[in-house]
């Protein structure tokens, strides 16, 4: 029986110390960055590299919701730097202009993936 004032104690000794970190977290004035307005991290160039594509026909393949959407959001692997300062989507290889294609491809999985999570 002795057990449950010890139990009681050290609950309120938590409670009282998870208020005063929290009263001190909030005392700490905001850091620079957000003091004045400006971002962490600038993502404009995701916005720059997103893109509609609509997949061709293959036989035997089907793409999920397709009929439905049938433009899908890809994300473009490389953009060159012109001489302007602005920036023009490539793929990697070499480019077929008659068929609009790259011989390495423009999109890839393993950077999507990277991108959504961010």
Request: hydrophobic fraction near 45%; aromatic fraction near 6%.
């Amino acid at each position: 029986m002795a057990r449950r004032p010890l139990v009681r104690s050290s609950v309120s000794v938590l409670t009282a110390l998870a208020v005063a970190v929290a009263l001190a977290l909030a005392a700490l004035p905001a850091s620079p960055a957000a003091a004045h307005g400006v971002r962490l991290s600038n993502l404009a160039h995701l916005d720059f590299l997103g893109d509609r594509v609509i997949p061709p026909v293959q036989a035997g393949h089907d793409t999920y919701r397709l009929a439905a959407e049938p433009a899908i959001g890809v994300l473009w692997t490389y953009a060159e730097r012109q001489p302007d300062g602005s920036y023009r989507r490539v793929g990697g290889g070499a480019y077929d202009p008659a068929t609009n294609t790259w011989g390495q491809g423009a999109f890839n999985a393993d950077d999507l993936t990277r991108a959504a999570v961010v």
